[in-house]
C-alpha cells in the first residue's frame, strides 16, 4: 500500500477468471492478473502501479519470451521449473531482479509457471509476521491487537493463530 493508504479499510474486489486477459505467444499463455503487460489490461483495481503476470511454458517448450519493461521494478520467479534468461541458467524457486530498462529474453525449455511481478517503488517497510507497515510504531500496535484479539474474526473460522514470540 502507498503511505497514505495504508490505514485504509480492508476490501475485496473479484474479478471472475474469464475476465482476466490472456494470450498465447509462441504457445505460452500469458496472463495479465494486475497491470498491464503485451499489449493487455487487467481489470484488477491496485491502488499504486503494480505488477503480475503468469507465463505458462508448456512442457519441451522452444519459446523465447522478451520481458516488457513496463514496470519501475520487476522480477521473475519461476513457482516449479528452472529457466534460462539471456541464456543464464535460473534455478527453480528463485527470484531475479531485472535491471531497469531492460528487456531480456525469456526461455524455459523445460516448460513451467513463471510470474513476472514488479511495479512502482513503496518505499522502506517494516515486516513481522503478517504486518508490514512503514512505521515500525504501527507494527507494534498490530501486534498487541493480534494477542488481545480486537482483529474482526473472519466468519466460519473458530481457530486462533497465536503471534510467534517477539525479538527485542
Not at 500469458?30 to 503476470?53: D, E, H, K, Q, W
Amino acid at each position: 500500500m502507498p503511505t497514505e493508504r495504508e490505514e485504509d479499510a480492508p476490501a475485496f474486489q473479484h474479478v471472475p477468471s474469464a475476465a482476466i486477459p490472456s494470450l498465447a505467444i509462441d504457445g505460452v499463455d500469458v496472463r495479465v492478473l494486475i497491470g498491464s503487460a503485451f499489449g493487455l489490461t487487467s481489470p484488477v483495481n491496485a491502488l499504486s502501479p503494480t505488477l503480475y503476470v503468469n507465463l505458462n511454458f508448456p512442457a519441451a517448450s522452444t519459446a523465447v519470451i522478451a520481458i516488457p519493461d513496463v514496470a519501475e521494478e520487476r522480477a521473475l520467479y519461476s513457482t516449479d521449473e528452472a529457466f534460462e534468461l539471456d541464456g543464464e541458467p535460473v534455478p527453480a524457486h528463485t527470484m531475479v531482479v531485472l535491471e531497469a530498462g531492460s528487456e531480456p529474453r525469456l526461455r524455459a525449455p523445460n516448460g513451467g509457471r513463471i510470474v513476472l511481478v514488479g511495479g512502482a517503488p513503496l518505499g522502506h517497510r517494516f515486516m513481522v509476521w503478517n504486518f508490514v507497515s512503514s512505521r515500525r510504531e504501527r507494527i507494534v500496535q498490530a501486534q498487541d491487537d493480534w494477542e488481545a484479539q480486537r482483529f474482526a474474526h473472519v466468519p466460519g473460522e473458530t481457530e486462533f493463530i497465536p503471534l510467534p514470540p517477539r525479538h527485542a
